[in-house]
């Protein structure tokens, strides 16, 4: 009997610690290490970052989600990091001069340089915006505004040269967002990537 008693004296914390590590990383919080540099500088490739379940998607946040089926070629549980441009109902114009309009006003984008905003953003699009025959269906066609449907999210990267993004494949739907991306107190670019969660 003290045996068993012994036994379940160190099995049962272990257990118990072990249950609320996965409810942890399945409804609250979850570390994420960032593959690839869609999000340069402000997020580097191999940087390792948490992403909050439970914190609400905002406009501008950073977010990571499951890309599979989304865009052409991913393999299953393939995650990808990027910044939400354009929530569900939002209404989207970027201009050839690469100014970003939401539902008709302005929005700064101070976490990327004037060339990412411009040039990198509109990298590989014709002379009316975004390349609309390469984007979803969903967008509306012959114009430069494109309105997110419900449940979607349309996202970026920060480094827009590069970004593999809704620009060429549409939307995200919620059921594949996994959370909001959060950095450490040490992290130089926190700023850019926690302020806008």
């Known amino acids: 009997m003290k045996v068993i008693k012994s036994i379940f004296s160190w099995i049962l914390p272990i257990a118990i610690g072990l249950a609320l590590?996965?409810?942890l990383?399945?409804?609250?919080?979850?570390?994420?290490?960032v593959d690839g540099d869609s999000m340069m500088p402000n997020l580097q490739n191999n940087e390792h970052v948490v992403i909050l379940k439970a914190k609400p998607i905002k406009r501008l946040s950073v977010v990571v989600?499951?890309?599979?089926?989304?865009?052409?070629?991913?393999?299953?549980?393939?995650?990808?990091?990027?910044?939400?441009?354009?929530?569900?109902g939002d209404r989207i114009t970027y201009t050839k001069t690469g100014h970003l309009y939401v539902n008709g006003k302005?929005?700064?984008?101070?976490?990327?340089s004037r060339q990412q905003q411009t040039t990198g953003t509109l990298s590989n699009v014709d002379d009316?915006?975004?390349?609309?025959?390469?984007?979803?269906?969903?967008?509306?066609?012959?114009?430069?505004t494109a309105v997110?449907?419900?449940?979607?999210?349309?996202?970026?990267?920060?480094?827009?040269?590069i970004s593999y993004?809704?620009?060429?494949?549409?939307?995200?739907?919620?059921?594949?967002?996994?959370g909001v991306v959060y950095t450490f107190p040490w992290d130089a670019n926190r700023q850019e990537i926690n302020n806008y969660g």
Request: proline share 8%; aromatic share 14%; hydrophobic share 35%.
């Open 65 to 88: 989600f499951n890309a599979y089926k989304l865009a052409p070629d991913t393999q299953p549980n393939t995650e990808f990091v990027k910044r939400v441009i354009g929530i569900p």
């Open 25 to 33: 990383k399945a409804y609250i919080i979850s570390p994420v290490r």
């Open 21 to 23: 590590a996965l409810l």
């Open 128 to 144: 009316n915006g975004f390349n609309l025959s390469i984007l979803s269906k969903k967008w509306r066609r012959g114009g430069q």
């Open 165 to 178: 993004d809704s620009r060429y494949w549409g939307f995200v739907p919620k059921s594949h967002m996994e």
């Open 106 to 112: 302005y929005i700064k984008q101070p976490f990327i």
């Open 148 to 161: 997110v449907p419900r449940g979607q999210y349309f996202v970026m990267g920060d480094n827009r040269n």
